[in-house]
């Protein structure tokens, strides 16, 4: 379990980096490589030439808008999880970085680099849809954005073309009292999920919003989730005949499955109702 | 005395190093010039190889069958009658039998550049059906594994005793049909072996992770054509084993044809896809038991079914036949009954060899009797602890012989199971049950007893067949000049330590300071032979020897000590590191000079063998040792997901007098612990293709530190009668009981919901179908 031999270069700006993956239609981008060292090691993945682009500075930066929270691609799970340089401006994310994996991933692996590997049952995805969040991706010379639940349009495959590089994620910061929980089933800590869902409950901007994960594809995203729900958001209230279908349309096709999905969301909407107000004053 | 003898909890010596990270494993093992190996290995289950194409300008680092002249393919045979040989050659020729099986050997600076070798390699294949599931394989028609045998048998083992029509037409018959997934045993470090030609002693020296270094060293060099005097193995730290470093490995073969061909060092070490699917897995059953009961719940007979899928071939030196007749043997377990039959087979399959694994058969007959007693309790509506109460060995009829001749050699069996009940908290947990989980969980109690044959002796072994029989284990013990002591050992700790263990039984005999006394194992050019470290053994074998050696060494300083004293070596003794008599004493360093540098002092007639002795040992019965454990656990099963949480857990050893405690805590944990994993985790299935699916730890699941309890252990202790100090063998017994607890725990807490679980692992989704499958069924009623 050794990889085939490659080059490893690591660009100081977005547009070089974005030239050399246009110039070698082989080489593959890397940032923690948490995802891509054991693909290189067992041979799926073999690029001849490594793009590192942990040392754009663009890439590592988070910063604060009047209504975003922006993290950069290349910031780390523990960064997130630790809340460290403003990150607790959305205090969700640190509850969600502290289940990825173990914290020796976490260190290395990156939240934008999850998101590009597109892996159906990681939290990111999962997560940051649940939370509206975009991301902006980059050419080198110009930009777009499109919501993270596009981004990835099937298992490991995203919406970026070639040359393209995620940059940036943009995450909108819920009002004060929004409720929020995120609810994963795994076999073992730090495992991959079964099932995933969140909730995000935010009634002073008029959203509920449901996202569920570890399906086939891309997570699930319930735009406007007060049809699920006959009442206030719990598990009683969750309307499980209306959500078959649209578990279905996702390729769920087993009894226990669905029942791991219809779990996961249930708990996530219990845990929404009864979690304190989210956001830190 | 100091507290560091027999029965003190003493530090290991060797954590030392290994919780520095000092260790010396085979891959910190650092020889010039050494160059890397990787293996081409069966892509498929089933093929005829019509040819190996080395690509072009490979000659010299790319090596297949043709190149191996006259080495000799892996033959493990037993005596046992009708066991059907299966030879498997170094590197494939003819057939392909599992994926993973080595075709050839590609040599490189770098195990990168070697890979880079062995992916040029192809292989011309027609592809044949695989036989992945051993029911199948018994199928007439079945595709063979073996042609020129017939069927897919290794071997099929009969067991009829004392049945009668009386007993078949007991009130209550209860069967079960239950399986147990194909596991992989996974020490932190796999294996690995560095082979290099020593010019200056003129050995073929292969530094390799083993469990048995003395087997390895015959293995090769009959595979090699070399006598065994020619072949020196070295088996420095080992990172665990389990049964997982006990056989001889083609690899090691290879590598030393390699060293000896080349004339330069090679090295392989093995990769977490090679450990999961090529080398070695193990514990896969099928058991159909019946057990026949009066209205009482006593047990008249059992009647048994069961197969073992061995995998393509038989590994040396346990052979394919060594799982399928323990099962035979083992299922009447710690109960007293005197009907029993079963037919046990060990089935070849497309899938690569089994192995024994800590418990060997133990964890899948512990997992099937005790799904039988669980059975009768249901049926007569009493607690399942007491239906194994009423039917448990006594401690008046100890000690005892059972329906298969297994020589139960002491102890209280039902006292174990009462303080297993009364720990584990049983009246707390009912009341816990009717109260409910505020969160919808599912609350279950479960227990199981096991005794465990340990240290079997030469007479158990030569009535298995073994192509290795063990006899009289031995030890070296030498004073040096300044009094220390030197123990060589042939057993070899893979993580047990033996080097504290055996360090406390010769302080014990000798009194020389714990600190002086150095234990040194792991090669074969200065241990005694010894078929090393299985079995719970070591303690009672390896220590027994160790005290006999001190023993006598002890005597031959008496002879001396006395002399210099002016006693009469009759009015002497030996202890805390001096011989002693009424009057005065002196030191066993003064002693060791008198005998190493001023031997005009010692007396005529001294022994010319001086302070260095060489014993052996075997139990005064070697029948084997007879621990015995009760293990009860409370679990929380989620009905939502599937998902099962050990909330405690209880274990009741009794391993008769333990040597070091703390050692043996230990010993009992890890081993629940890997208990759990074949309870609640670990399985590799196999597609109909035969392909291995879990090839990597995303897919092969281990508990970690978060999946388990604090694991409470509780100890009894009746010494053996058989062995020095009333050691018995203790290193299984953890990984026996949780899946057996576990089943009968879950069964427990699923019953309100109509659902019994046979069979490992309890992962969710089968947890939720059979969930499922219950409602539907309470459905149509």
Known sequence: MKPVAFETVRPASLAEASRLLVRHPDAKLVAGGQSLGPMLNLRLARPRLLVDITGIPDLTTVSRTVDHLVIGACVTTAAVEDGRGGLDAVPMLAGVAAHVAYRAVRNRGTVGGSLCHADPAADWPTALAALGADVIMSDGVSGRTVPVAHLITSAFETALAPGEILVRIRVPLPSRDARWSYVKITRKAGEFALANAAVLDDPERAILRVAIGALRGPPLVIEDARTLFSGPVSAASLDRAALAPLLDAAGVDSETQRTLHLTALSRAADQAASSSRALAS | ?781
């Not at chain 2, 993973?100 to 390699?121: H, K, N, P, S």
């Not at chain 2, 056989?247 to 896809?273: F, I, K, M, S, Y």
């Not at chain 2, 001190?550 to 002016?566: F, H, P, S």
């Not at chain 2, 053996?720 to 427990?748: H, M, Q, R, Y």
């Open chain 2, 1 to 781: 005395m100091s507290g560091k003898g027999v029965g003190a909890s003493v530090p290991r010596t060797e954590d030392d190093r290994f919780l520095r990270g000092r260790g010396q494993y085979v891959a910190d093992w650092r020889v010039p010039g050494t160059r890397e190996v990787a293996f081409v290995r069966s892509p498929v289950a089933h093929a005829r190889l019509r040819g190996v194409r080395v690509p072009e300008g490979c000659a010299g680092r790319v090596f297949t069958a043709a190149d191996l002249v006259g080495v000799k393919p892996v033959r493990a045979i037993t005596s046992i009658k009708g066991f059907k040989l299966s030879s498997e050659p170094i590197l494939a020729t003819g057939k392909l039998r599992f994926v993973g099986e080595i075709v050839a050997v590609c040599v490189a600076e770098t195990r990168a550049e070697a890979e880079d070798l062995a992916e040029q390699v192809e292989l011309d294949l027609e592809e044949l059906p695989a036989v992945s599931d051993m029911l199948e394989a018994r199928r007439p028609g079945a595709p063979l594994v073996h042609e020129e045998w017939g069927d897919n048998v290794f071997i099929e083992t009969v067991e009829d005793r004392g049945m009668t029509d009386e007993v078949l037409a007991a009130p209550l018959k209860i069967t079960r049909e239950i399986r147990t997934a194909r596991q992989c045993m996974f020490p932190m470090e796999g294996r690995g072996a560095l082979a290099f030609f020593d010019a200056r002693l003129r050995y073929l020296t292969l530094v390799s992770a083993t469990q048995m270094p003395h087997i390895v060293q015959l293995g090769v060099a009959d595979c090699l054509g070399l006598p065994d005097s020619a072949v020196r193995v070295i088996s420095p730290d080992v990172g665990g084993g389990f049964g997982y470093k006990g056989l001889l490995c083609r690899e090691e073969v290879v590598l030393g044809w390699l060293a000896q061909t080349l004339g330069h060092p090679v090295r392989w070490l093995e990769d977490c896809r090679e450990h999961l699917t090529a080398n070695a897995n193990c514990r896969e059953h099928h058991y159909v038991v019946t057990g026949y009961a009066t209205r009482e719940g006593r047990l008249l007979g059992v009647d048994c079914v069961a197969h073992v899928d061995a995998g393509a071939y038989s590994v040396y030196p346990t052979s394919a036949a060594l799982e399928a007749s323990m099962v035979a043997s083992l299922i009447p377990g710690p109960y007293d009954f005197r009907a029993y039959r079963c037919r046990s087979a060990a089935v070849a399959t497309t899938k690569c060899p089994i192995l024994p694994y800590r418990g060997v058969g133990r964890t899948g007959v512990c997992l099937a009797i005790e799904a039988v007693m669980d059975g009768i309790a249901r049926e007569i509506g009493v607690e399942p602890h007491e239906v194994r109460r009423r039917n448990l060995v006594r401690p008046e009829q100890m000690p005892y012989d059972n329906v298969m001749g297994r020589h139960f050699d002491g102890g209280d069996y039902p006292e174990s199971l009462r303080r297993a009940v009364e720990g584990i908290g049983l009246d707390a947990i009912r009341a816990r049950q009717a109260r409910g989980e505020p969160d919808g969980r599912l609350i279950g109690v479960g227990v199981a007893i096991f005794c465990e044959q340990g240290a079997h002796g030469t007479t158990v072994l030569a009535s298995w067949g073994r192509p290795v029989v063990p006899g009289w284990e031995q030890a070296i013990a030498r004073l040096t000049v300044d009094g220390d002591l030197e123990i060589r050992v042939g057993t070899h700790s893979h993580g047990q330590g033996h080097e504290t263990t055996f360090a406390q039984v010769a302080h014990e005999v000798l009194g020389v300071p714990f600190e002086r006394i150095r234990v040194m194992q792991g090669d074969t050019l200065y241990t005694p032979f010894s078929t090393a470290t299985w079995g719970s053994r070591s303690m009672v074998m390896g220590g027994g020897a160790v005290a006999e050696a001190c023993r006598i060494l002890g005597e031959r300083a008496k002879t001396i000590g006395a002399w210099l004293m002016q006693a009469d070596a009759a009015d002497v003794s030996v202890s805390e590191g001096c011989v002693t008599s009424a009057s005065a004493s002196v030191t066993l360093a003064e002693v060791a000079r008198a005998w190493y540098l001023q031997p005009q002092h010692l007396p005529p007639g001294v022994d010319t063998g001086g302070l260095e002795v060489t014993a052996g040992y075997r139990a005064k019965r070697d029948s084997g040792t007879f621990s015995y454990a009760t293990h009860a656990v409370c679990v929380a099963v989620d009905p939502g997901t599937g998902l099962v949480e050990i909330l405690d857990y209880v274990v009741v050893e009794d391993g008769g007098v333990l040597i070091n405690p703390m050692i043996v805590d230990g010993q009992i944990r890890g081993g629940t612990v890997q208990g759990i994993g074949t309870g609640l985790f670990e399985a590799v299935p196999f597609d109909a293709q035969g392909q291995p699916l879990a090839s990597t730890l995303i897919d092969y699941l281990l508990p970690g530190a978060a999946d388990v309890p604090e694991i409470r252990v509780l100890h009894m202790e009746t010494p053996s009668p058989n062995t020095t100090f009333g050691a018995k063998g203790i290193g299984e017994g953890g990984a026996i009981g949780p899946p057996a607890a576990l089943v009968s725990a879950v069964n427990d807490a699923l019953r309100p919901l109509g659902v019994e679980l046979q069979g490992v692992p309890l992962g969710p989704e089968r947890i939720l179908e059979a969930i499922a499958a219950a409602a539907r069924k309470g459905g149509d009623a």
